[in-house]
C-alpha cells in the first residue's frame, strides 16, 4: 500500500495517517492491534509513531525495529574461538589465525606486512557483509545461497589475491553454524505484521512478509525524487565561496530557524569536517544540541586516560608516558610537580633511571603506581582475554568512573563483559595470543573505531543527525551543509573484495543501491517545513556543481511546466564594519623589577628589553621536553658537573683515569644510548683537556675554587637593593698573584674572540667580575673545550674596566625602569632568531 503526499499534511499528520490505516487494517482483519507487529526502518521513528497510536486511543501494536525486536525476542549466540564476533578488531585477529595456512597469505605477510595488515581488514568486512546478506534472509534458503555464492565466487579463474580473501570470507561466514540473531523474526507469531518502508527496500522485512503465515501489510513510504514537480518543502539553496564561509552561513541558518520558531532544527552530517566546526560555532552561542551522529571513541577523556595507562605499562617504559598518566590518575599535587621537574632537570627519559634514584620527589606515588601495572608490564604473550584481565584489574574497582565515554569504552573493549578465564565470553577472545605492543596496537585499533554518542540532552532545540536518520521525523527545518556534487549523491562505497556486479549477483548492496536510497532519503527530506541546502561552490581551483539529486529535483519541475523550486536563501546578519588595528611594535609599561639579576638576565636586558620582561620579569621559559634527544647545552650541563667533580676531588697521580671516573659518576641516571655522541665527544676533549692542565699547572696556574655561587649589591640609588647573582664555573690562580675567573666553553673559539674582540659587549665576564667586586686583582678568560685545535683560553682583557663601565650603564638603565620608563622589544638581529618570547611581542604581526 502506497503512501503517497497528502497537501498541507505534516510528519505528526502522516503518522496519524499511519496509525488510522493500521487500526483500521487490522479490525477488517480481526487482528488484535496488542499483538500486532509495526517494523518501522529506525529507531528514531519510534517517538512520533508512539504519540500518533496513543492520540488515537486503544492498545498500542509493537512498535519496533527488526533488530530491535530480535534483540528483544533473544540474546544472540556467543560466537566460539575462530567464529565472527561482529567486532572488527578482534574478527581480524581471528582472521590472522585463519591465515596461518595459507602460503600465499603468509608470503604476503612477510613481504609486506602493510598490504597484509589492509588484507585483513578486507577480509573481515566482506565476512562480515556476508554475514549481514545471510542474516536478512529465509533460514530455510540460507545455505542454498552460500552454495550459490561459492559457485559463482570460484568461476573466476584468473581473481588473484582479492577472490582467494573473498573465498575465505565466504567460507568463514558459512562455517558458523549459529543462528543469527534475527532468525527469531521467523519464529515470532505476532497476530499481524505491518512493515513501514521508507528510505529504500529492507530486505529481511520483505523475507518475513514472504514467510509470514499471518496477515501482513506492506506500507510504501517512499517518494519518488524525479517526480517532485512542487515539492512540500520551502527549498532554500545558499552558495558559499570557500570551508568558513560555509560553516559560518549553516550556523546563521540554523540560528535563523530558531529565531522563526521552527525548532527542533536537524543539522544534517553529510560533511561531518563541516558539521564539527558549524557544532563548535553554535556552541559558542550557547546553543544545546544533540549528537546522535557521535564520535571517535579514541577522543574521549575515558578513552585517553585509559591509553595512557597502557602507554605507560607498555610503551617501552618512556617518563613521558608514565607522568602522562600519573597526571590523569592521580590528583595534582606539588609532589607530582616537583617529580616532573626532577625528570626535566635531570633528563631522565627511562623509568628505569627513575627507579635507581633512592628518593626521588613523590617516590611512595611513582613506587606504588610501578607496582600496580608491573602485571602488564611483565611481557610474554598471552590471550586477548588474558591481556583484558591484567587491565580491568590495572584500572581497580571502579574503572574510567566520572570520565565521559567511559562505559562506552568498556564495552568496546570487552571489559564490561566479563571476558575473563571461564567466563561465557572466555572464547571468542581466547585464540590469537599478542605481545604488549600487539595489545597496545589493537586496543588503539578498537577505539578508533569506535563510536561515543553521547546520553539524549532532553528536547535539544539542534539535532545532529545523518541525511537517513532525519526521515519522517517532526524536525520544524533542515540544514543541510555539504550539498555539492562530492559530498551528496555521489556513488555509494563498494566493498573492496567484490566487484559490482558480483555484489548485485550476491544479493550484496551496490553502488546503484546505495546512490537510490540516499536519494531516497533525501526526498523524504522534501517533507519538512523548510529545508536549506548550503554549499561551496569551487574545490580549492576547481569549480563544485550542485548535487546530482538536486538537478533531478530541479529537473522534475522543468519537465511539468513549473519554476526551480531552489529559492535563494537570505542571511540576515547585519553586516558590521572592523576598523583596522595595526599591530605596533611591543612595548610594556611600568614593570616591577625582580629582586635578583643574573648574568643571562643582564644579557637580556642589553639585547632586548622585552624579552628580560618575559623572562625575568614575568618568569616565563620553555619547559624541557622529556623525550628530546641531550643537546649540546646538556653535555654542557653534565660537562661543568665532571670537571668540577674532578676538580674538588683530584689526588696525585693519572688525571686522565680521574677524570673518567668523574664522568662515569656524573653519569647515573643517563640514558646510555642517547648520551653516546657525547660520550665520544668527551673521549676526545678528554686527552686534549689532561695536556692544556699539565700546561697550565706546568706555568704555575693551580685551581682554587669551582661552581662558586656569589652575590653583590653594585647600584646606588633607587635601585640599590637590587641583587647581581651568579656562579662562576672556576677561579685559578696565577704565578703572579691573580685570580682567574675561568668559563668552560664547548662552542668554538672564534666565536669567543669575536665576543672579546669587543670587551663592551661581553655581558658574561663583565658580570662575573662585578661578583668579584671588579677588584684589580683579576683576570678573566673562556676556555674554549671543543676547538678541533685543542683546549684554548681567551682572555678578556682588563675585564675590572669592562665590568665598572657595565655598572654604570645597568645603573642608568635600571634607573630608568624603576621610574616607568618602558621596556620596548628591539625585533633586530639574532635576538630574534631563537627568542621564546616572539610570540608575546609578535614581532611577525607588526605593522
Not at 540473531?181 to 522485512?205: C, E, K, N
Not at 617501552?316 to 592521580?330: E, F, I, M, Q, T
Not at 656562579?727 to 669567543?752: C, E, H, M, N, V
Request: aromatic share 6%.
Amino acid at each position: 500500500m502506497s503512501l503517497g503526499l497528502v497537501p498541507g499534511e505534516d510528519i505528526d499528520g502522516f503518522w496519524r495517517r499511519v496509525a488510522a490505516i493500521c487500526g483500521d487494517w487490522l479490525a477488517a482483519q480481526g487482528a488484535p492491534l496488542r499483538d500486532a507487529v509495526l517494523l518501522l526502518p529506525f529507531a528514531q521513528q519510534l517517538a512520533p509513531a508512539r504519540r500518533a497510536f496513543l492520540a488515537r486511543g486503544g492498545w498500542l501494536p509493537v512498535l519496533a525495529t527488526t533488530h530491535s525486536l530480535a534483540s528483544a525476542l533473544g540474546p544472540a549466540p556467543l560466537a566460539a574461538p575462530g567464529q565472527l564476533s561482529g567486532d572488527a578488531p578482534v574478527d581480524a585477529l581471528a582472521a590472522d589465525d585463519l591465515l596461518a595456512q595459507q602460503s600465499w597469505a603468509q608470503a604476503l605477510k612477510r613481504d609486506d606486512p602493510r598490504a597484509y595488515r589492509l588484507a585483513l581488514a578486507r577480509l573481515v568486512e566482506t565476512a562480515h557483509a556476508f554475514a549481514r546478506v545471510t542474516g536478512q534472509r529465509d533460514p530455510a534458503s540460507r545455505a542454498a545461497w552460500f552454495e550459490a555464492a561459492r559457485r559463482h565466487l570460484g568461476d573466476d579463474p584468473v581473481g588473484g589475491v582479492e577472490r582467494a580473501l573473498a573465498l575465505v570470507a565466504l567460507v568463514w561466514a558459512a562455517s558458523d553454524e549459529r543462528a543469527p540473531a534475527t532468525d527469531a523474526l521467523f519464529r515470532h507469531r505476532p497476530s499481524a505484521w505491518i512493515v513501514l518502508q521508507a528510505g529504500g527496500p529492507d530486505p529481511l522485512a520483505e523475507a518475513l512478509l514472504a514467510r509470514s503465515e499471518v496477515p501482513a501489510l506492506h506500507l510504501v513510504a517512499d517518494l519518488d525524487l524525479d517526480g517532485l514537480a512542487e515539492p512540500p518543502a520551502r527549498v532554500e539553496e545558499a552558495l558559499c565561496a570557500d570551508f568558513e564561509t560555509l560553516a559560518q552561513a549553516s550556523a546563521v541558518a540554523v540560528l535563523q530557524h530558531l529565531a522563526a520558531g521552527r525548532a527542533p532544527v536537524a543539522l544534517i552530517a553529510q560533511d561531518r569536517v563541516v558539521v564539527r566546526r558549524v557544532r563548535a560555532l553554535l556552541t559558542r552561542q550557547g546553543v544545546p544540541l544533540h549528537d546522535e551522529t557521535g564520535w571517535t571513541l579514541a577522543t574521549t577523556p575515558a578513552a585517553s586516560a585509559l591509553m595512557a595507562l597502557l602507554r605507560a605499562a607498555l610503551g617501552g617504559g618512556a617518563v613521558d608516558d608514565w607522568l602522562a598518566w600519573l597526571k590523569l590518575s592521580a590528583e595534582p599535587s606539588a609532589a607530582l610537580d616537583a617529580l616532573e621537574a626532577f625528570c626535566r632537570r635531570r633528563h631522565i627519559r627511562r623509568a628505569e633511571a627513575l627507579d635507581a634514584f633512592d628518593a626521588p620527589p613523590a617516590k611512595g606515588l611513582w613506587q606504588s603506581r610501578r607496582q600496580a601495572l608491573a602485571p602488564l608490564s611483565s611481557g610474554g604473550r598471552r590471550t586477548l582475554a588474558q591481556w583484558l584481565f591484567e587491565l580491568k584489574r590495572a584500572l581497580g574497582p571502579e574503572p574510567l568512573a566520572g570520565l565521559e565515554g567511559g562505559e562506552g569504552v568498556l564495552t568496546a573493549l570487552w571489559l564490561s563483559r566479563n571476558p575473563w578465564p571461564g567466563s561465557a565470553h572466555e572464547g571468542v577472545l581466547a585464540g590469537a595470543r599478542l605481545d604488549g605492543s600487539g595489545f597496545l596496537a589493537w586496543v588503539g585499533e578498537v577505539l578508533e573505531n569506535g563510536q561515543f554518542v553521547p546520553d539524549n540532552a532532553g528536547q535539544a532545540p539542534v539535532v545532529i543527525t545523518p541525511l537517513v536518520r532525519a526521515m519522517l521525523r517532526p524536525f520544524g527545518a533542515l540544514v543541510l551543509p555539504g550539498a555539492d556534487a562530492e559530498t551528496l549523491g555521489r556513488a555509494g562505497r563498494p566493498l573492496s573484495l567484490i566487484s559490482d556486479a558480483d555484489a548485485a549477483a550476491l544479493g550484496l548492496p551496490t553502488q546503484a543501491a546505495q546512490r537510490e536510497a540516499e536519494a531516497q532519503a533525501f526526498a523524504q527530506a522534501l517533507r519538512a517545513p523548510v529545508l536549506t541546502l548550503l554549499r561551496c561552490t569551487r574545490a580549492g581551483a576547481e569549480p563544485l556543481p550542485a548535487s546530482p539529486l538536486i538537478d533531478r529535483l530541479a529537473a522534475a519541475a522543468r519537465r511539468d511546466g513549473r519554476a526551480s523550486p531552489l529559492q535563494p536563501w537570505r542571511d540576515e546578519r547585519l553586516p558590521q564594519g572592523v576598523p583596522p588595528r595595526p599591530a605596533l611594535r611591543a612595548s610594556t609599561g611600568a614593570v616591577p623589577l625582580p629582586a635578583t639579576l643574573s648574568a643571562s638576565a643582564v644579557e637580556a636586558l642589553r639585547r632586548c628589553p622585552y624579552q628580560f620582561f618575559s623572562r625575568h620579569v614575568l618568569g616565563l621559559q620553555e619547559a624541557d621536553e622529556l623525550e628530546a634527544e641531550p643537546a649540546k647545552r646538556d653535555y654542557g650541563t653534565w660537562l661543568h658537573a665532571v670537571l668540577h667533580r674532578f676538580h674538588t676531588a683530584r689526588q696525585p697521580g693519572d688525571a686522565a683515569a680521574q677524570l673518567r671516573a668523574a664522568a662515569a659518576a656524573e653519569s647515573i641516571g643517563l640514558d646510555d644510548a642517547d648520551f653516546l655522541p657525547w660520550r665520544a665527544s668527551f673521549e676526545r676533549l678528554l686527552p686534549r683537556y689532561v695536556d692544556w692542565l699539565r700546561e697550565a699547572e706546568g706555568r704555575g696556574q693551580q685551581f682554587s675554587q669551582g661552581e662558586l655561587d656569589r652575590e653583590c649589591r653594585p647600584f646606588e640609588g633607587a635601585v640599590a637593593g637590587l641583587v647581581l647573582r651568579g656562579r662562576i664555573d672556576r677561579i685559578d690562580t696565577t704565578p703572579a698573584g691573580q685570580r682567574l675567573l675561568l668559563d668552560y666553553k664547548t662552542g668554538s673559539a672564534s666565536g669567543l674572540k669575536d665576543r672579546v674582540a669587543e670587551p663592551l659587549e661581553d655581558t658574561q665576564m663583565a658580570v662575573y667580575a662585578l661578583l668579584m667586586e671588579a677588584a684589580p686583582d683579576l683576570a678573566a678568560a673562556y676556555l674554549a673545550l671543543d676547538d678541533p685545535g685543542g683546549v684554548v683560553a681567551i682572555e678578556h682583557p682588563d675585564v675590572s674596566a669592562t665590568a665598572q663601565r657595565l655598572r654604570e650603564g645597568l645603573q642608568s638603565d635600571l634607573s630608568l625602569v624603576q621610574h616607568g620608563a618602558p621596556l620596548p622589544a628591539l625585533g633586530e638581529g639574532s635576538a630574534c632568531e631563537h627568542c621564546e618570547a616572539r610570540g608575546l611581542c609578535r614581532r611577525d604581526d607588526w605593522a
